[in-house]
Every structure is written in structure tokens, then in C-alpha cells.
């Protein structure tokens, strides 16, 4: 008991000195709300073959699975939240926008993978090109308490929801050159969608280590989601007369995400005990479990990872 006593009373000289992170405090009378928003940096990562190349050589045949990668682009997240007075729960709602897209072409004996292209019977092309857009659209909303370990160190366990949508448009560009014996260009293209959207529960973790009782910090934070998914996945080819729309239909299966953040934080006072400002700078991963619910000639269905990671820069108000 007296070990308690000794640590709430030392956590309080602290949280009034505004050298420990405002989420912390155990001030029976602190109420407030605050304000954050985000910088994000990410790229993201998801593993599809939209084409093959082959190269016949002497007694040798080379095939090429062809892949696009993203680059890195800039997002943003805000936030709102409350925080209780009633045994200092805090709240939090967050909504998270990011968009990339990613281009290539290629040239060569060129085998398209997609299915409407193969239902087409145009089974060779001279040259292609890919545009690939993604939206990630997200809503988070957490319910947690922090608890003081030591004088220096504390843990927020949390619970909430997660959801909203994420959607990928894959629109690709083909030129035949040889149709029934004739020497000319055909144009081609072919557009797909892989629409998700979904919602469910989610749970989380966060560390801080307040570094020789500074304003800085290490922080760290894991958060996972367990949701209910919905998928559309649509595949329309034009290419002359030729209108192709391959059904695939709609999947509703459960969709996992993982989450996790390491990095570094700075905490302060304004002029008032109840009113704070922090900075939080830290490295962010996400993984998607079977994002990407697509078909292609090569291996017929797919469930693949989405994966974003990249730079987090939070700045937060309370007060």
C-alpha cells in the first residue's frame, strides 16, 4: 500500500512538472478533450503478376512474370477525443486517408494475366502498359485507460472498432499486332476492381518510457482488428468489337489486420496544468491480411497481402 501511495504522489509531481505524457495522468480532476493530426509517408506493397514476356532463344525459352511496385506518397490522419473523468478512461476517433498509384509498360512477346484479355482469345501482344490507383479510406475508434507502471514507464491497453473501405482499380493498355494473318495495331484494355469494404472489433497495446524524466520518450504501440470483409471484384475488356465482362461475384469472408508503430515522443505544458502539446515521430506498418481477392490466367485465384509501412508525424492539443 505504501508502495501506491508513493508512486500515485510521485506520478502527480510529475504529470504537474508536465514531464509525463498527459494520457497518464491520474489527476481525479483533469477532463478534456483533445485534437491530432497526422503526417503520413507510406508505401505500399502487394504482390500481383499482371503479365508474362518470353524470350526464345537457341534451345532456350525464358518467361518473365511482370510486377509493379509502389512508390512512396503522403497521407493524413486525424483525430478527436475525449477523455473521462470517471476513473481516467480516454476515448478516441480517428480517420485515416491515403491514395498511391503506380504505372509500368513493357514491350515484347507479352501474355496478358488477367481473365477478361484471355476470354477475349487475343493470347499474344506486342506491347502493354499498366495504371494501378489505390484509396485507403479507414475509421478507428479506441476506448483505453493507461496504467503507471513505474515512475517512467506505462502501458495503455485498449479496445474499439475498425472499418471503412479500401479500393484498387488495376486498368491495363494492350496493342495486338497480328490478327488473322493481317499486319496491324489493335488496341486493347482492360479494367478491374478489387473493392473492399468491412468492419469489426479491435484491440491494442501501447508503451511509453519516459527517457531520465525529459519531455522525450520511446513509444511504442500494436494494434490488431478482426473484421467482418466484403470484396467486389469486377474485370471488363475492350478491345474492338470485343466487350468482355467476367463474373466473378462478391466474397464475404473475415479480414485480419495487424498494426505496429515504434518511435519517438516529445511532451509539454502550456501555461496551465490541464492544457498539452506532443510531437510524435515513429516508423508504421500495416499488414492486410488477403487483401487482394483477384483472378488471373496464371494461377487462378488470389489472396494476397497488403502491406503499407512508412513514416507516422502526429502532432496532438489537449486541453
Not at 503507471?148 to 499486332?177: A, E, H, M
Request: charged fraction near 15%.
Amino acid at each position: 500500500m505504501k508502495k501506491l501511495v508513493f508512486l500515485l504522489s510521485f506520478s502527480r509531481a510529475l504529470f504537474a512538472d508536465g514531464l509525463a505524457n498527459p494520457s497518464d495522468r491520474t489527476l481525479l480532476d483533469s477532463r478534456y478533450v483533445d485534437l491530432s493530426a497526422s503526417f503520413l509517408y507510406w508505401h505500399a506493397a502487394e504482390s500481383i503478376d499482371w503479365a508474362s514476356t518470353m524470350t526464345l532463344e537457341p534451345q532456350v525459352e525464358k518467361l518473365a512474370y511482370q510486377t509493379s511496385g509502389f512508390g512512396w506518397d503522403p497521407g493524413i490522419r486525424i483525430g478527436l477525443g475525449y477523455n473521462m473523468r470517471h476513473d481516467d478512461w480516454d476515448s478516441q476517433v480517428s480517420y485515416t486517408w491515403f491514395q498511391t498509384q503506380n504505372a509500368a509498360q513493357i514491350s515484347g512477346d507479352i501474355t496478358a494475366a488477367y481473365l477478361g484479355s484471355k476470354v477475349a482469345l487475343y493470347n499474344s501482344y506486342e506491347s502493354a502498359s499498366l495504371k494501378w490507383a489505390l484509396a485507403y479510406n479507414i475509421l478507428d475508434f479506441d476506448l483505453g485507460r493507461s496504467f503507471l507502471v513505474s515512475c517512467s514507464f506505462s502501458l495503455r491497453p485498449s479496445l474499439g472498432l475498425k472499418g471503412g473501405w479500401i479500393d484498387q482499380t488495376i486498368r491495363t493498355f494492350w496493342v495486338n499486332p497480328l490478327v488473322e494473318g493481317i499486319r496491324f495495331s489493335l488496341t486493347a484494355h482492360e479494367d478491374l476492381k478489387n473493392n473492399f469494404s468491412g468492419g469489426g472489433p479491435k484491440f491494442g497495446l501501447s508503451a511509453k518510457w519516459l527517457l531520465a524524466h525529459s519531455h522525450f520518450s520511446l513509444l511504442g504501440q500494436f494494434s490488431g482488428a478482426f473484421m467482418w470483409g466484403h470484396w467486389i471484384f469486377k474485370d471488363k475488356f475492350y478491345g474492338g468489337l470485343t466487350h468482355v465482362s467476367v463474373q466473378v461475384g462478391e466474397r464475404n469472408l473475415a479480414a485480419i489486420q495487424l498494426q505496429g508503430l515504434i518511435g519517438l515522443g516529445f511532451d509539454t505544458n502550456f501555461n496551465d496544468d490541464l492544457s498539452h502539446f506532443s510531437l510524435k515521430i515513429g516508423y508504421e506498418i500495416q499488414d492486410w491480411f488477403d487483401q487482394y481477392q483477384g483472378f488471373d490466367n496464371f494461377s487462378g485465384g488470389h489472396s494476397n497481402d497488403l502491406i503499407l509501412q512508412g513514416l507516422s508525424c502526429d502532432l496532438r492539443v489537449d486541453f
